[in-house]
């Protein structure tokens, strides 16, 4: 949990180490583009971009973000220390400036998961499983080949557009499919392909980003120069969401967890803590929302369905009088109508799903203060 506003989206971005300085500029632009456009798309919701911050690609996405007023988290594979090792010179001298320049939001996170069994592997199959996993959008600056390695480039990707998060990986290129094809009216997570060159390898000549939708089947993908309904939808529910939090309160439901904390907890364990409670708040309220919406709306159709039945009974029993039939034809079309909007304003279901969200943030509220949030996934 973090102290951003809730909700967020947030987006992971991979990418290769070795890029081709020639193509650097134009790549950073692409980048830019694709975070203004989700930002601007998801309106007051904040973004967090999520990176594993190697040199090359997760460093240039770093100060991307950075430059248009994103929250970035690090997600580093092994401990800071040993991790810096591994980087060069000047990766190390922009991931020392970055961590200690307090004004900028950034956080590091190691990755602790238990990994395939390869000590040289498993840190990084670790780091592209979280990223895959924990991420609503996947944006890979990736040179389109067919390499996969354990924590990858196109592993990350992969993982995410086919929801594979297992140690184990596949190593067939993806195979893409036409829009006429059966699996294409499948729809599944949607990842941001932006064409990247890397040194030494095949030049790249598309620049502008391409959009990979998961089918259901894994290693089959769709891919389109648009963006795809999918994460339209998705961009736009955050939005809606981020709208719902700032207009509503928490419900009658919900109590104040802060109260009568443990005197001797530390003020890092106190902000966790915070964190945890303001998005449970937050939930709640939403839940609250929809919970009412959903409640007019079967109210609402338990009257019109008590009062076609008098219409249809009256002239039926009592009174043929054509106005009863009428009556009772518009009450049928009322209820038609307000059924759609129910339908189409998933009242119900995110009623559901963000009272779930919020008795399990309930829940990781006291597993942290027990201290054992660590052991629970």
């Known amino acids: 949990m973090t102290n951003e506003p809730f909700p967020k989206l947030r987006v992971a971005i991979t990418g290769h180490?070795?890029?081709?300085?020639?193509?650097?500029?134009?790549?950073?632009?692409?980048l830019a583009e694709v975070l203004a456009t989700l930002r601007e798309r998801v309106g007051p919701a904040t973004i967090e971009v999520t990176t594993g911050m190697a040199d090359g690609a997760d460093q240039l996405a770093v100060a991307v973000a950075l430059e248009l007023g994103l929250a970035v988290?690090?997600?580093?594979?092994k401990p800071l220390a040993e991790y810096r090792n591994e980087l060069s010179p000047a990766g190390r001298a922009d991931l020392d400036e970055l961590l200690a320049d307090q004004a900028q939001p950034v956080r590091v996170v190691a990755s602790s998961a238990p990994g395939s069994g390869d000590d040289d592997v498993a840190p990084y199959l670790n780091l592209g499983r979280f990223l895959a996993r924990d991420s609503h959008v996947v944006i890979a600056l990736?040179?389109?080949?067919?390499?996969?390695?354990?924590?990858?480039?196109?592993?990350?990707?992969?993982?995410?557009?086919?929801r594979s998060y297992s140690a184990d990986i596949d190593n067939d290129p993806p195979r893409t499919i036409e829009p006429r094809d059966g699996a294409a009216q499948n729809t599944g997570p949607v990842g941001i392909w932006i064409p990247a060159a890397r040194v030494d390898g095949p030049s790249v000549a598309a620049s502008t980003p391409r959009f990979v939708i998961g089918t259901g089947v894994r290693g089959v993908w769709r891919t389109t120069d648009s963006m795809p309904t999918e994460l339209l939808e998705l961009l736009d529910s955050?939005?809606?969401t981020a709208r719902v939090v700032r207009a509503s309160r928490p419900t009658e439901n919900a109590y104040p967890l802060l109260d009568d904390l443990p005197a001797d907890l530390s003020s890092d364990e106190r902000a966790s803590l915070s964190a945890v409670h303001e998005s449970y708040l937050a939930a709640d309220g939403i839940a609250g929302h929809y919970q009412k919406r959903s409640d007019r709306s079967s109210i609402g159709a338990a009257l019109i369905a008590g009062s076609m039945g008098f219409a249809f009974l009256w002239f039926a029993k009592i009174d043929d009088n054509l106005f009863w039939l009428y009556a009772y034809l518009a009450l049928f079309a009322l209820g038609y109508v307000a059924y759609r909007l129910a339908r189409d304003r998933h009242w119900l279901r995110r009623h559901l799903?963000?009272?779930?969200?919020?008795?399990?943030?309930r829940v990781e509220f006291f597993a942290r203060l027990l201290g054992i949030a660590d052991q629970l996934d």
């Open 17 to 30: 180490r070795d890029l081709d300085p020639g193509g650097l500029e134009q790549v950073r632009r692409t």
């Open 73 to 77: 988290r690090a997600v580093l594979p």
């Open 142 to 162: 990736w040179d389109g080949g067919s390499e996969r390695k354990p924590g990858g480039t196109l592993d990350v990707l992969a993982r995410f557009v086919d």
């Open 238 to 240: 955050t939005a809606e």
């Open 353 to 361: 799903a963000f009272r779930a969200t919020a008795e399990t943030l």
